[in-house]
């Protein structure tokens, strides 16, 4: 039996689906409240943060998207400073697939801490079946 806690990475689809109570947002909640009494781990890259807060200033404006940052950090999730090895994990990722970057980031994380995706983002099921087999968790409202 392993004593490790599940881990989970988050894209900006998950965080922008919890913040604008979308449709996978409630199963977003649960991962979140989840990671907050230590039952699970979560973590993403500066570069996913980076990419959420655009997308909430872009459509809910910049107080909300500093709201959404303040929430993030209080739910203790791991955001990690992307090093030479994941840009260019995430490089090769983005040659091979065709993805966006960004997502490849998401991805290259996941290999690396060896964690499940949570994402309705359809363009993650370019790696479903070779490079996250059987760690991605589809928020409804996939698109």
Known sequence: MSLEKPHFVLDSFALVAFFRAEAGGSRVRELLESARTGDIRLSLTTVNLGEAFYLMVRTDGLERAHEMLGRV???GID????DEEMALSA???KAAS?????????AALAQ???????TGDSDFRKLED??????????????
């Open 112 to 118: 690396r801490l060896g964690a499940a995706v949570v």
């Open 79 to 82: 955001i990690l400073d992307v």
């Open 130 to 143: 070779t490079v996250l087999p059987g760690r991605i968790e589809w928020l409804p409202g996939a698109r």
């Open 98 to 106: 065709g993805i966006g970057y960004a997502d490849c980031f998401v």
């Open 73 to 75: 950090r209080e739910y």
């Open 91 to 93: 490089a090769r990722l």
